[in-house]
């Protein structure tokens, strides 16, 4: 994954003038080093990508793909992945499988002048199976 150079451009005029205003960015891929080592790839512009939303206070960037919900920051940005809606990813970050039946998402609360993200999870009719193993 990854974002264009036109792609920032355009970001960077999206974004409100005051840096106080919540801004959030939604991506599939996640552009940090998550630690599983099998889903980390490197994601094209990242630097740019983080230099663009840096000195802004109230900036998340919300990705996916990895099927596992996790927060970092760099600097003043916070990035997060959200819960999966279906397969969750199992905490082993040397191996990589998923396990049917644990959905989540996150909610985004956007209000004076702050964002609240709530990790929410979807009530499951059965056990959750697995782990399965994530196939290349």
């Known amino acids: 994954?990854?974002?264009?150079?036109?792609?920032?451009?355009?970001?960077?005029?999206?974004?409100?003038?005051?840096?106080?205003?919540?801004?959030l960015v939604f991506l599939h891929h996640f552009?940090?080093?998550?630690?599983?080592?099998?889903?980390?790839?490197?994601?094209?512009n990242a630097d740019a990508l983080i230099s663009t939303l840096q000195g802004r206070r109230n900036v998340?960037?919300?990705?996916?793909?990895l099927h596992a919900g996790m927060f970092t920051r760099r600097g003043d940005v916070t990035l997060m992945t959200c819960p999966p809606v279906s397969m969750l990813m199992e905490?082993?970050?040397e191996s990589v499988g998923f396990y049917a039946g644990n959905a989540g998402f996150a909610l985004h609360l956007v209000e004076d002048g702050?964002?609240?993200?709530?990790l929410c999870a979807v009530p499951s009719t059965g056990a959750a199976t697995g782990p399965h193993r994530f196939v290349e």
């Open 114 to 118: 702050a964002v609240t993200t709530h």
């Open 91 to 93: 905490l082993r970050l």
């Open 31 to 44: 552009p940090f080093r998550s630690g599983y080592t099998k889903m980390d790839k490197p994601f094209r």
């Open 60 to 65: 998340q960037i919300c990705s996916g793909h």
């Open 1 to 23: 994954g990854g974002v264009s150079e036109e792609s920032l451009l355009w970001l960077k005029e999206q974004l409100p003038e005051d840096p106080g205003i919540p801004a």
